[in-house]
Nanobody, 127 residues
Protein backbone atom coordinates (compact mmCIF):
# COMPACT_ATOMS: atom_id res chain seq x y z
CA UNK A 1 0.00 0.00 0.00
CA UNK A 2 1.16 3.56 -0.72
CA UNK A 3 0.30 6.36 1.68
CA UNK A 4 0.14 10.06 0.85
CA UNK A 5 -0.16 12.55 3.70
CA UNK A 6 -1.33 16.12 3.16
CA UNK A 7 -2.86 19.07 4.95
CA UNK A 8 0.08 20.44 6.89
CA UNK A 9 0.87 24.12 7.03
CA UNK A 10 1.46 27.16 9.21
CA UNK A 11 -1.14 28.04 11.84
CA UNK A 12 -1.29 30.23 14.89
CA UNK A 13 -1.55 28.73 18.34
CA UNK A 14 -5.17 27.92 19.09
CA UNK A 15 -5.94 27.26 15.45
CA UNK A 16 -6.88 24.08 13.62
CA UNK A 17 -5.58 21.90 10.82
CA UNK A 18 -6.93 18.80 9.14
CA UNK A 19 -4.44 16.20 7.99
CA UNK A 20 -5.39 13.59 5.45
CA UNK A 21 -3.72 10.29 4.60
CA UNK A 22 -4.79 8.76 1.31
CA UNK A 23 -4.02 5.11 0.60
CA UNK A 24 -3.67 3.39 -2.73
CA UNK A 25 -2.63 0.01 -4.02
CA UNK A 26 -4.59 -2.26 -1.71
CA UNK A 27 -7.95 -2.15 0.09
CA UNK A 28 -7.53 0.17 3.02
CA UNK A 29 -9.70 -1.97 5.27
CA UNK A 30 -6.79 -4.41 5.34
CA UNK A 31 -4.82 -2.00 7.54
CA UNK A 32 -4.93 -0.60 11.03
CA UNK A 33 -3.50 2.91 10.98
CA UNK A 34 -1.90 5.60 13.08
CA UNK A 35 -0.48 9.09 13.02
CA UNK A 36 2.95 9.87 14.35
CA UNK A 37 5.11 12.99 14.52
CA UNK A 38 8.76 13.83 14.65
CA UNK A 39 10.88 16.87 15.40
CA UNK A 40 14.58 17.27 14.61
CA UNK A 41 16.80 15.29 16.93
CA UNK A 42 13.94 13.35 18.47
CA UNK A 43 12.44 9.96 17.86
CA UNK A 44 9.17 9.59 16.02
CA UNK A 45 6.34 9.53 18.53
CA UNK A 46 2.80 8.23 18.57
CA UNK A 47 -0.06 10.69 18.16
CA UNK A 48 -3.26 8.75 17.41
CA UNK A 49 -4.40 5.36 16.15
CA UNK A 50 -7.56 3.87 14.72
CA UNK A 51 -8.39 0.23 14.10
CA UNK A 52 -9.38 -1.00 10.65
CA UNK A 53 -13.09 -0.87 11.38
CA UNK A 54 -12.85 2.59 12.88
CA UNK A 55 -14.43 1.17 15.99
CA UNK A 56 -11.57 1.96 18.38
CA UNK A 57 -9.39 5.02 18.63
CA UNK A 58 -6.42 5.85 20.83
CA UNK A 59 -4.53 9.04 21.56
CA UNK A 60 -1.33 10.17 23.13
CA UNK A 61 -1.94 12.02 26.38
CA UNK A 62 -0.50 15.19 24.88
CA UNK A 63 -3.23 15.42 22.23
CA UNK A 64 -6.19 13.83 24.03
CA UNK A 65 -9.21 16.10 23.80
CA UNK A 66 -7.72 18.25 21.02
CA UNK A 67 -7.13 15.81 18.16
CA UNK A 68 -9.59 13.45 16.52
CA UNK A 69 -8.70 10.54 14.25
CA UNK A 70 -11.21 9.05 11.84
CA UNK A 71 -11.23 6.96 8.70
CA UNK A 72 -13.35 6.28 5.64
CA UNK A 73 -12.49 2.88 4.16
CA UNK A 74 -14.67 3.52 1.12
CA UNK A 75 -12.50 6.54 0.32
CA UNK A 76 -9.24 4.92 1.51
CA UNK A 77 -8.58 7.86 3.80
CA UNK A 78 -7.57 8.53 7.38
CA UNK A 79 -8.12 11.98 8.83
CA UNK A 80 -6.48 13.69 11.79
CA UNK A 81 -8.43 16.75 12.89
CA UNK A 82 -6.23 18.93 15.07
CA UNK A 83 -7.84 21.66 17.15
CA UNK A 84 -6.46 24.10 19.71
CA UNK A 85 -2.98 23.62 18.35
CA UNK A 86 -0.03 24.44 20.54
CA UNK A 87 3.52 25.46 19.70
CA UNK A 88 4.73 22.06 20.90
CA UNK A 89 2.60 20.36 18.23
CA UNK A 90 5.04 21.65 15.62
CA UNK A 91 6.48 18.61 13.83
CA UNK A 92 6.46 16.56 10.68
CA UNK A 93 3.42 14.32 10.84
CA UNK A 94 3.44 10.84 9.34
CA UNK A 95 0.67 8.37 8.75
CA UNK A 96 1.49 4.70 9.15
CA UNK A 97 -0.29 1.46 8.38
CA UNK A 98 -0.07 -2.02 9.85
CA UNK A 99 -1.38 -4.90 7.79
CA UNK A 100 -3.80 -6.80 9.94
CA UNK A 101 -3.67 -10.58 10.29
CA UNK A 102 -7.26 -11.20 11.34
CA UNK A 103 -10.54 -9.59 12.12
CA UNK A 104 -9.53 -8.10 15.46
CA UNK A 105 -8.28 -4.52 15.37
CA UNK A 106 -4.66 -3.74 16.17
CA UNK A 107 -3.47 -0.59 17.89
CA UNK A 108 -0.68 1.02 15.91
CA UNK A 109 0.77 3.03 18.77
CA UNK A 110 4.50 2.59 18.20
CA UNK A 111 6.67 3.26 15.13
CA UNK A 112 8.03 -0.30 15.26
CA UNK A 113 4.51 -1.61 14.56
CA UNK A 114 4.19 0.27 11.28
CA UNK A 115 4.64 -1.68 8.04
CA UNK A 116 4.16 1.25 5.65
CA UNK A 117 4.81 4.97 6.04
CA UNK A 118 3.57 8.02 4.23
CA UNK A 119 6.03 10.76 3.27
CA UNK A 120 5.18 13.21 6.05
CA UNK A 121 3.57 16.63 6.14
CA UNK A 122 4.95 19.59 8.09
CA UNK A 123 2.83 21.29 10.73
CA UNK A 124 4.16 24.57 12.12
CA UNK A 125 2.37 26.28 14.99
CA UNK A 126 3.40 29.84 15.73
CA UNK A 127 3.15 31.05 19.30
Amino acid sequence: VQLQASGGGLVQAGGSLRLSCAASGQPFRTYDTGWFRQTPGKEREFVAAITWTGGSVYYADSVQGRFTISRDNAKNTVILQMNNLKFEDTAVYYCGAHRRDGEEGFVVNHPALVDYWGQGTLVTVSS
